[in-house]
């Protein structure tokens, strides 16, 4: 059995890696070109975060760090860090939704919205919520791939998550228009996103902008005053009133799920597929099953779809030989952290020192990462389930968009 260690590449390669270099038409190439046109400060900031070791201080950005132990410590520490002000996402929320975030994004009312939301997706439930809202969806989608159609995956990717998203809030749907209805869906979770972009540098909000984000959240919540009362358990909004949350909090919370689950998710299902092609990985899955689990998180660790978590800092901190002073920021650079490592190889084994470093670490840490693993789970079943590989036809970079995505990856079987 391989430790960790031994599969991490040489510090010199390493460094050509994370800037892009040499990398030819590789599976990393395709990485690099898919975050560069996402956001093209994106690789220069990858890129600099290994020299952040453990934490460095850029102009104009803040503190940076891409040394995972650091990273950990700093989410896990509420005391002197928080999500709230100036530079964090609770910041850009609270704009958004009203100063109610504040009671409800960190602090008490946090910790007690998170104990109470803590039995919503575990893997059961997940897997639940998976056969609900993709079962029909995907049956038929694979009949068809594995019948020799191609595949639009990233398509695919983002009617599978509007369907997701429309299953987990009881969202009333259109359902005669078909996969138009949820890419719509997941257009708009897009649209509020897109708020947040340009804003690394700065997270207030230009009151032109508040706006459209309000209007945008009315749009997606609306039904859950009308919903609440008698929602079924099964829903989430159903969950909610259960688990005793308030209208408020539940509203919060599937604004919460929209932003958070949607983009991130999709990203993950479109570049797994592609990882498991260009890097000829999907040949040793299928011929070693066993490592199904291993080459998901593989996956969640090599495209790392949410590569920067901001925070602001609350009070001065002392760590790894820095001062962190009141009104700073700090940027974890997970895709850094978690790419250090080394390049995807679906026998990685578990990396102690990173844990989930890709869903967050500490009282942030992603609500949805069962739901979100038991969906890759479920598109990797589509993809080599039939024990057959498949090929790349062509793909396309998503352009400006926050999390780096591709906008069409098309598949089909050899
Ligand atoms: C590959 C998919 C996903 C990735 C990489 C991801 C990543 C993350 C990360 C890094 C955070 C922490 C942010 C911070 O500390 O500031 C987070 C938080 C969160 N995620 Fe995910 N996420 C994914 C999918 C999902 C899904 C499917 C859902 C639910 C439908 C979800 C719901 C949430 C929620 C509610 C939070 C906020 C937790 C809190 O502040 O207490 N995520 N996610």
């Known amino acids: 059995m391989p430790v960790a260690e031994d599969l991490a590449p040489p ?4 460094r050509l890696r994370l800037m892009g270099a040499g990398l030819g038409s590789s599976a990393e190439a395709h990485e690099h070109r898919l975050l560069r046109a ?30 995972p132990r650091t990273a950990r410590a700093l989410l896990n520490d509420p005391a002197h860090l928080t999500l709230l002000s100036e530079g964090g996402v609770g910041h850009l929320w609270a704009q958004i939704l009203g100063d109610w975030v504040t ?19 575990t893997e059961p439930t997940s897997r639940a919520f998976v056969e609900r809202a993709w079962g029909d969806r995907l049956r038929l ?32 749907v259109d359902r005669s228009r078909g996969d138009a209805a949820y890419l719509e869906i997941f257009a708009t979770g897009e649209q509020l996103a897109a708020i947040a972009l340009g804003t690394t540098a700065d997270t207030e909000l230009p009151p032109n902008k508040v706006r459209q ?11 859950v005053d009308a919903a609440f009362s008698d929602a079924s358990g099964d829903t989430v909004i159903g969950r909610c009133r259960e688990l005793g949350l308030t209208l408020q909090q539940t509203k919060g919370l599937a604004t919460l799920l929209m932003v958070a689950g949607t983009e991130t998710a999709a990203s993950a299902m479109a570049r797994m597929a592609a990882l498991l092609a260009d ?37 001065d901190l002392e760590i790894g030989g820095r001062t962190l002073r009141s009104g700073d920021r700090v ?17 990685r084994p578990y990396l102690p020192q ?16 069962p739901l979100a693993k038991a969906e890759l789970q479920a598109v990797l079943e589509l993809l080599i389930g039939d024990g057959r590989p498949f090929e790349i036809v062509s793909r396309r970079y998503g352009r400006r968009v926050l999390i780096p995505a591709y906008a069409s990856l098309v598949v089909r079987k050899v």
């Open 11 to 14: 510090a010199r390669e390493r």
């Open 38 to 67: 996402a956001r093209p400060a994106l690789p220069v900031l990858n890129w600099l975060g290994q020299f952040a070791n453990p934490l460095m201080r850029v102009p104009k950005l803040g503190w940076i760090t891409a040394d």
């Open 103 to 121: 009671e409800l994004f960190d602090g008490p009312g946090h910790h007690e919205l998170r104990t109470r939301s803590k039995g919503l997706f």
């Open 141 to 172: 989608a694979r009949e068809r791939f594995e019948a020799g159609e191609e595949l639009d995956l990233a398509e695919l990717s983002r009617v599978l998550v509007g369907q997701m998203v429309t299953t987990l809030l009881g969202m009333p």
């Open 213 to 223: 984000a309000r209007a945008i959240v009315e749009r997606l919540t609306a039904h």
């Open 279 to 315: 890097t000829g990985e999907q040949h040793r899955l299928i011929a070693e099953p066993e490592h199904r689990e291993d080459a998901v998180r593989e996956t969640l660790r090599v495209t790392s779809p949410a590569p920067i978590i901001g925070r602001a800092v609350l009070a």
């Open 331 to 347: 940027l974890v650079l997970t895709w850094t952290a978690n790419n250090l490592a080394g390049a995807f190889r679906i026998d």
């Open 354 to 369: 990173h844990r989930q470093l890709w869903f967050g670490a500490g009282r942030h840490l992603c609500l949805g990462g």
